[in-house]
């Protein structure tokens, strides 16, 4: 018996050398594949450049092989092996199986909250920020971008819409767990990429995630041969759409014209007109297309970026270094010594290392910081530039007078942009964010199979530098020429000697957090999970320090857990609860319990429906129901205090008495604002997962949004009005996504892609002083109505003035804009302003794609649009300024467009006096009414007149791509080769054509969205 134990022991404990070759399903080797024995962690090789490998190892031993791109695979050791062939499936499907979600990951099937999943590779574009990539790509997400000048050209988006009127209601963005930028992080660093909607999804982050949140998970590290990847790409942008404005002579006759029409004297005379057309003096008379003269059509962008990735399964890292430059749209003289042109450069780094410390216990370090320079001409802000070019008539100013001086009419805006570009001194604003965490994960299975517990910390650091050099030369104005001929002026802007100066400012934050999780399999059909997580946080700002009480910083607690339960796939349940605290509310009240449930059933687990629906591949009805708090009630701090002052005053003759006085009331009943979410849902995927279909309704509840009273009566003695929470809003809508997938052969396949977005929202209680009229009130009307006044059309003659309402605006004519009397008392004034529309913010984005694949060649195109969107002209973000002709009388450019007679308002006689056909005269249709040199503050008052539509549909993204592998490559240590051409924002579908469709508002003194073509060269190493 001895001897035989012996004999099997010596046989258990025989080394055998395991050898063979590593290939993937094309039968290619694999080489630096990480091959390794399970739990033994130093003992390990990598398959050489023939895929081969050998490896030590005993029966009963499971040797692991691991590969960047491909599912790890368990090789059982039984007997020595001399000629095995392991072969690895690529990963493609890790997102359908599983969803990223608060705090970890979920089974696909078992996920009941309202998430959308970004497909990380559709993100792999050249852009200034991830942000400009989620409208019409994200369903649940809606985006505006408001500029095109690079540092500024990073879009705003909401989840699911603008649900409050509060202070806060942007969506939450978390970066490996941890509150970050979303503007920081490089595209090619990201693994995954998720958008929380519903109160099931977001409870546990508590007060944080009331407005939803992005969730971005980074690339980590893997056990395999050192991977690495380097990306560089050259980008064009040339801008398309620049507002056509008159030349000088154009510009002079419809002036003549304006005044003319008016009654009044023309402003420029015979001569006049002569020597601007002539172009005989051009100090006086100038003709200047300020756009010609500084803008340049075509700029540059380029940037870089390189990561490294691999480890054994002891310690895995990744890292990596980005860097990006972009020109402006700006011309910049060379010769002057304070030329500055617009730049825009950025540098990131990220570095993420695992730690296997036991088979049972492992840390995570992770570091990651980015900088921004942005460069500026020392004119205080570029949008003056902008200004300047619009306001600025080609009549005005020369851009330098024949005897040297600059000009100007005035300062700011008045002054000539070659003058803000090139004469102004320079500037430099710095921002630097970097984040240091440590985290520790232990698996506690020796105690309860199952359990997990996670702790971390955090240590964000934010500072900012802004230095300039700011000097302002002497500026003139003609005003004639002396006998002799020589040129008169007048300073209009005196000269400032060079100034330097400096500010600066940091921001920091300390966050630690843990969780403890479970997750359980019973006897296969019962799935429990659970997790409990808490957090605590303590940030300040050090600009905000500027007092006792503003130097405390804020602080956030709080504690929220998550329980499901699992029946055999088929049905499921979530309670989720956060309970929160903040500093806003005064002790007693300074935590809130917000609680959500969710439900799940899942049809297609039935034997019977997979026999009698087989092209049903998955089906999946979801709903939640919870609340989420929000206290991001106001921007003053400690809300709930009644904040004192001192003073002298001198009582009844007294001398020298001190009084006290309340100069901020405090709201001592403060409490959460109450997001109470609901949602339901449906997943379905249709013949073998070809078609698939996410789609949910919502309907979000906002209660007790803090608001300042304005009713509270006179006699209650109040120095001014407290705050309360009485603010109610609703906000609803859909959003889902559609995709269909097709193979045609072994070499050609195509996806198609769809998404939308449709969110409203209705103020259901706004506490405001009693209108006259119930369409007053901001009660019952969508967040950010437009209100005007209802244009019936134009004056057809001197009989409809008098036969109708009394207009109080001002002298009208034939021509004019006529308005309705909406309560009916013979006069238009400001109470018959309605609500015209709703907020420029869209209520409906969408976007389609398609990818088509043949061999190694993709093509992907991309459409992105909103649905009716409406913009004023006039009367919403300016009264008309860069639009209506001669608005501002000496100032301001005069569209291309009101050259044509058709779309102006003439008189006939004046027409036929004048040579113009008389049959455009007195259009009614008109786009311009009767002109006026100078303000007309009739034809001026916000109305449907002025109201456009400025929906679009738009070719938003077009890619080539070409992936290049060959055993040559393969050879010099290339992996593979992806070139690809990608143009962006390169048509548009609209009614504005004058200007971008997303910036119509702004009447283009704004700097445009750019069309771009990028070339992009992706190197796997």
Excluded: C
């Excluded at 704004?1006 to 073509?1013: A, K, Q, S």
């Amino acid at each position: 018996m001895l001897i035989t134990s012996v004999t099997v022991s010596a046989q258990q404990n025989k080394t055998f050398t395991m050898q063979g070759t590593v290939k993937d399903e094309m039968g290619e080797v694999l080489a630096g594949v990480s091959i390794y024995q399970k739990n033994k962690v130093t003992i390990g090789t990598s398959s050489d450049e023939n895929g081969k490998f050998s490896i030590k190892a005993q029966r009963g031993d499971v040797i692991i092989f691991s590969y960047i791109g491909f599912d790890p695979f368990e090789y059982l050791v039984t007997e020595e092996k001399q000629d095995l062939n392991i072969t690895l499936a690529e990963t493609t499907s890790k997102l359908d199986e599983v969803v990223v979600t608060a705090l970890g990951k979920q089974r696909k099937i078992s996920s009941l909250a309202a998430v959308t999943q970004v497909d990380v590779g559709s993100l792999q574009t050249p852009t200034t920020s991830v942000a400009n990539l989620l409208g019409g790509r994200t369903a649940g997400v809606i985006s505006m971008m408001n500029s095109g000048e690079p540092g500024r050209n990073i879009a705003e988006f909401w989840v699911r819409g603008i649900g409050t009127f509060g202070a806060n209601s942007s969506a939450l963005v978390l970066i490996d767990g941890l509150e970050g930028n979303i503007n920081s992080i490089d595209p090619a660093d990201i693994e995954s990429f998720s958008v929380l909607k519903d109160a099931s999804a977001t409870a546990v982050y508590g007060v944080r995630g009331a407005n939803g949140v992005v969730l971005v998970t980074t690339k980590r590290g893997e056990a395999g041969k050192l991977s690495i990847q380097g990306r560089v790409n050259y980008q064009l942008s040339h801008l398309t759409r620049v507002p056509e404005y008159l030349r000088a002579y154009d510009y002079a006759l419809l002036a003549n014209e304006a005044r003319e029409l008016r009654n009044e004297t023309p402003l420029y005379t015979p001569i006049e007109l002569d020597i601007i057309r002539d172009g005989s003096d051009l100090d006086i008379y100038p003709d200047v297309s300020w756009q010609d003269e500084i803008l340049k059509r075509d700029f540059f962008r380029r940037s870089y970026f390189v990561s490294a990735r691999g480890g054994a399964t002891a310690a895995k890292y990744y890292i990596s270094l980005g860097g990006s430059g972009e020109d402006a749209a700006y011309k910049v003289d060379r010769k002057s010594p304070y030329a500055s042109n617009v730049g825009y450069n950025t540098y990131s780094y990220r570095a993420n290392i695992d730690l296997e410390l036991s088979p049972t216990t492992t840390i995570y370090f992770g570091s990651d910081g980015y900088l921004t320079m942005l460069d500026n001409p020392g004119v205080s802000n570029t949008d003056l530039i902008w200004m300047a070019q619009s306001a600025i008539t080609p009549l005005r100013l020369p851009v330098i007078y024949s005897n040297g001086q600059l000009p100007a009419v005035s300062g700011d805006a008045g002054m000539s942009p070659y003058v803000m570009i090139n004469r102004m001194g320079k500037r430099s604003d710095q921002n630097f964010q970097g984040k240091f965490t440590l985290s520790l994960n232990q698996d506690l299975s020796m105690i309860l199979d199952g359990l997990k517990f996670r702790a971390q910390g955090a240590y964000d650091v934010t500072s900012r530098f802004s230095e300039g050099r700011f000097i302002r030369p002497e500026q003139y104005q003609a005003v004639g020429r002396s006998q002799a001929g020589e040129l008169i002026t007048i300073k209009r802007v005196s000269a400032t000697p060079a100034n330097y100066v400096k500010s600066t400012g940091q921001f920091r934050k300390y966050h630690l957090e843990s969780t403890i999780t479970y997750d359980k399999v019973l006897n296969n059909i019962h799935r429990v999970s659970g997790l409990v997580y808490y957090y605590i946080s303590d940030q300040k700002e050090s600009n905000d320090a500027v007092s006792n009480l503003s130097a405390i910083p804020m602080r956030y607690q709080g504690v929220s857990s998550r329980l499901t339960y699992n029946y055999d796939d088929t049905y499921m349940i979530d309670f989720n609860f956060g309970y929160t605290g903040s500093e806003n509310f005064q002790p007693g009240r300074q935590y809130g319990l917000f609680p959500s449930i969710a439900l799940g059933w899942v049809p297609t687990s039935y034997e019977t429906v997979k026999e009698k629906l087989p092209w049903i591949s998955f089906l999946k009805f979801r709903g939640s129901y919870g609340t989420v708090g929000n206290d991001r009630l106001t921007s003053r701090r400690f809300p709930y205090l009644t904040m004192v002052s001192s003073f002298d005053t001198s009582p009844w003759g007294s001398y020298g008495v001190e009084g006290v006085s309340e100069i901020i009331v405090g709201a001592d009943n403060l409490q959460w604002e109450v997001a109470t979410k609901a949602d339901f849902g449906i997943d379905a995927d249709f013949w073998d997962e070809k078609i698939k279909v996410v789609f949910d309704i919502f309907h979000d509840q906002r209660d007790g949004i803090f608001q300042q009273r304005v009713q509270v009566p006179s006699y209650a003695g109040l120095t001014n009005m407290p705050f309360g929470n009485i603010g109610k809003m609703v906000s609803y809508g859909s959003d889902g996504t559609i995709s269909f997938s097709q193979k045609i052969n072994e070499h050609q396949s195509f996806t198609i892609r769809g998404n939308y977005t449709y969110a409203r929202n209705m103020v259901q209680n706004w506490e405001e002083a009693n209108p006259r009229y119930p369409y007053q009130e901001a009660t019952g009307y969508p967040l950010g109505n437009v209100r005007g006044l209802v244009s019936l059309g134009l004056f057809k003659d001197q009989l409809d003035i008098d036969t109708s309402p009394i207009q109080t605006f001002g002298t009208v004519m034939p021509g004019d804009i006529k308005y309705r009397d909406v309560n009916g008392d013979g006069q238009i004034n400001s109470d018959d302003r309605v609500p015209l529309s709703y907020s420029p913010t869209p209520l409906v984005m969408y976007g389609l794609g398609l990818e088509y694949v043949y061999k190694n060649f993709t093509f992907g195109l991309r459409f992105k649009g909103t649905g009716k969107t409406d913009y004023f002209r006039v009367g919403y973000s300016g009264n008309g300024t860069g639009y209506v002709p001669f608005r501002d009388g000496v100032s301001g450019n005069v569209l291309s467009l009101t050259k044509e007679p058709a779309n102006r308002w003439i008189p006939k006689k004046y027409a036929e006096e004048n040579g113009i056909d008389p049959k455009y005269a007195e259009n009614p249709n008109a786009l311009f009414p009767r002109m006026q040199y100078g303000y007309n503050n009739n034809n001026s008052q916000l109305s449907t007149f002025w109201q456009g539509d400025s929906r679009y549909l738009k070719i938003d993204e077009i890619t080539l791509n070409y992936n290049l592998k060959h055993k040559i490559m393969k050879k010099i240590g290339v992996s593979s080769l992806d070139i690809q051409f990608v143009g962006n924002n390169l048509y548009s579908w609209d009614n504005v054509k004058l200007f971008e469709a997303e910036q119509a508002r702004y009447n283009g003194v704004v700097y445009p969205i750019p069309t771009t073509f990028a070339v992009q060269l992706f190197i796997n190493l």
